[in-house]
């Protein structure tokens, strides 16, 4: 048998829609908007004000925290504003607004190449954290804080996160057949902070091409290996890649570094890559229009901070047939809708998917009282059980569901109201809970702190 | 018959004795209860609906026997409770003012054009979290009755999309402010009191759009108001309670309606 993680799903992949398609490189003309906050910790601030000239490549907003980003202007032209916008998460939050002059300007120095050997590790893990680099894979985690382990002596393993288990999305496969040398060697890169680690590339075995085009990248590399492992939904989350290579599993008071791993999407590595060996920042990166309302499915490879219509405008629009009922950030598993085309594109959004049926409405109106088949909790990758935790959440009995349920260790995967055949909402209930756990400690901090 | 009068005997033998060691182990384990404990718990509404901060009536109860808590700590009695209580305790705290909820939205159908349709579970926070906003005013009322399902008197409904109070009915507990994920519930006094009727706080221009009836912070109200009760500021006004005389100066002038005597929609 082959070697897998525990649970997960079989959702229609839906990837032939996009996935031969070659990236098309669009260079967007209208305003760019930056969300100060499109990373994981705290947000950035700003260090250009109304007014001033900016180059394609220049640091526009820095992090302001241990965990946190720096945000780097992808095009030239003179910033607008800095003031809130609408953004996807579908809140008014501070963006840097830049007026595109559409000449691409490079700051100096970008595009330099240098041989990542001949940095010391303090020197590349600068040049990750100079390039705003966070996780492109969707969870946008600030990748110079995963690079700076407590023992990076104990890391065993680097996996390159190329499985791509959601459903339409295609950007990583494209990435991994186009830019393989690249990969390898950012790969190689980050390798070097890590001196007792091997490299395993993941990818799922619905994706041969780019399997062949890595295997043949990292030949006659003794340490690098690719790994191709079953079509399993959510293959591409982290404790599910760290348990096909390593068999470990580790708790939510864990990282992935306490077990030896390090993980990071193919989309990071490239950029580090690009950061490092060729002194470009995080300006673009590859995104997947797709869905059954898009009249053009295909991939992108754009600048980050272009604005979602104008994107769909290059990519053909929507069928003139008005068929589109949602757009989600990401796939149809994890993304989240959002309902105004007029935001920017952050650096963590992997595909635009335009769905010509609303399966959410239509699975409401067929929703039943659980029935207790427990199928939750076998297809549940992180071994939890989303019938009881479903029952303590609607009872508001946050204790068990967090202390006895353990539920906070549910990655919002969506596997168990995929499989759910009374079509219970249970990821939505969980994801509610979650936050609203997180908001009950936060505020006996706070008050924990006003009292000391 | 010999056989009756043993079991007899046994049975009431036994019964003696578990009868003293009841009585011995009651003495032994004797809870001096205040008596003014009982008498408070007794008059206190018995809700348990927790406005006081207190777990329940009987935690409020303890309290104020043990002096922790002022006799009139119970809002939802009002005065009628805090005298009885002032009578067992031989106090004079006075009573609070009634409060009653009041919904900051009156953005209803009527006024405000539908942003997007949201599926998934109905329930005020989840929506919220979601993103996405059934109206395109983002600081308005929901309408998926999250207030009214923690309501422990049934004082809330939902009508056109907005949440309405019923004044006579609502207690004050506040339970329901809590659970608003927009912050729209405040507790105002009792008695068809004047109110603001928004929260949105963007400038004035940009609330028209999304709004007939939202404030735009245009400060008139603030002008008429003698007592000085009326603050503009974040581009929303708000009534200081503490000061207004319920002249009803502000809601004559108000240009969009914003300001309305009592609860209800229009």
Not at chain 1, 71 to 83: D, F, H, L, T, Y
Not at chain 2, 222 to 235: L, P
Request: glycine share 10%; proline share 4%.
């Amino acid at each position: 048998m082959r070697n897998t993680f525990r649970g997960g799903v079989h959702p229609a992949g839906h990837k032939e829609l996009s996935r031969d398609i070659p990236f098309e490189t669009y260079l967007p003309h209208g305003e760019m908007v930056y969300p100060l906050g499109q990373h994981i910790g705290r947000p950035a601030s700003p260090v250009v004000k109304k007014g001033d000239h900016v180059l394609a490549g220049q640091l526009i907003a820095e992090a302001s925290a241990f965990v946190s980003a720096n945000i780097v202007s992808g095009c030239s032209g003179i910033v607008k504003a800095v003031e809130p916008r609408r953004t996807i998460a579908g809140t008014m939050s501070e963006c840097i607004v830049i007026d595109n002059d559409g000449l691409y300007e490079t700051a100096p120095g970008v595009g330099e190449k240098v041989d990542f050997r001949t940095l010391t590790d303090e020197q590349i893990i600068e040049k990750v954290k100079a390039a705003g680099i966070i996780g492109m894979g969707g969870a946008g985690f600030p990748t110079h804080v995963k690079l700076k382990p407590k023992n990076p002596e104990a890391i065993h393993h680097v996996i390159v996160n190329g499985a791509e288990c959601e459903p339409y999305i295609t950007c990583d496969d494209q990435l991994m057949r186009n830019h393989a040398a690249e990969i390898i060697t950012g790969l190689e890169v980050i390798m070097t902070l890590f001196p007792n680690s091997e490299g395993v590339i993941v990818i799922e075995d619905n994706k041969q091409e780019a399997i062949s085009a890595m295997q043949s990248a990292c030949s006659g590399k003794k340490d690098i290996s690719v790994m191709a492992v079953p079509v399993k939904y959510p293959q591409g989350g982290e404790r599910s890649c760290i348990s096909v290579v390593t068999g470990a599993h580790y708790g939510i008071t864990q990282l992935p570094a306490d077990v030896g791993c390090i993980v990071d999407n193919v989309g990071t590595v490239l950029a580090v890559y690009r950061a490092v060996c060729e002194s470009t920042p995080l300006m673009e990166r590859g995104i997947t229009i797709t869905g059954e309302a898009a009249a053009k499915p295909g991939n992108y490879m754009t600048r980050i901070g272009v604005s979602c219509r104008e994107l769909l405008e290059h990519a053909g629009g929507l069928k003139a047939d008005g068929t589109a009922v949602k757009v989600l950030a990401g796939g149809p598993m994890m993304g989240v809708a959002f309902d105004s085309l007029d935001v920017p594109m952050q650096k963590n959004n992997n595909a635009f998917t335009f769905l010509a049926s609303d399966e959410v409405s239509l699975a409401q109106k067929l929703q039943t009282a659980c029935i207790r088949c427990g199928r939750c909790g076998r297809v549940c990758p992180q071994g939890l059980t989303p019938q009881l935790m479903s029952a303590a959440f609607e009872k508001k009995d946050y204790d068990r569901y967090e202390n006895r349920l353990h539920g906070l260790e549910c990655i919002s995967c969506g596997s168990c109201t995929f499989i759910c055949p009374a079509k219970r909402p249970l990821t939505q209930e969980f994801k509610v809970a979650k936050a609203e756990i997180m908001a009950l400690k936060r505020a006996a901090k706070a008050k924990e702190g006003a009292a000391s | 018959m010999s056989a009756i009068l043993i079991a007899a005997g046994v049975i009431g033998a036994v019964g003696i004795l578990v009868g003293i060691a009841l009585v011995y182990i009651g003495n032994k384990f004797h809870v001096d209860v205040d008596e003014r404990e009982t008498a408070i718990r007794e008059v206190l509404p018995g809700n348990n609906c927790g406005a006081c901060g207190y777990a329940g009536c009987d935690a409020v109860a303890a309290a104020i026997v043990a002096g922790e808590a002022s006799a009139a700590a119970c809002p939802v009695g009002g005065a009628a409770v805090a005298e009885k209580i002032n009578g067992i305790m031989g106090t004079n705290a006075e009573a609070s003012a009634r409060m009653v909820a009041f919904v900051k939205c009156n953005g209803s159908c009527d006024h405000t054009e539908t942003r997007s349709s949201y599926t998934g579970i109905n329930d005020c926070r989840a929506m919220a979290l979601s993103g996405l906003n059934p109206w395109k005013c983002g600081f308005g009322c929901l309408g998926f009755g999250s207030c009214a399902s923690v309501c422990p008197q049934n004082a809330i409904t939902v009508k056109d999309g907005v949440a309405l109070v019923d004044e006579e009915k609502c207690v004050g507990c506040g339970l329901c402010a809590k659970e608003c994920p927009k912050g729209l519930i405040e507790l105002i006094p009792y008695g068809q009191i004047r109110a603001v009727q928004c929260v949105n706080s963007d400038k004035g221009k940009d609330v028209k759009e999304v709004c007939d009836v939202g404030c735009i912070g245009c400060k008139i109200c603030m002008k008429q108001c003698e007592a000085g009760a009326i603050a503009v500021e974040n581009n929303i006004a708000h009534i200081d309670y503490s000061k207004c005389t319920d002249c009803g100066a502000c809601a004559a002038k108000c240009p969009r309606k914003t300001i309305r005597k009592g609860q209800g929609q229009d």
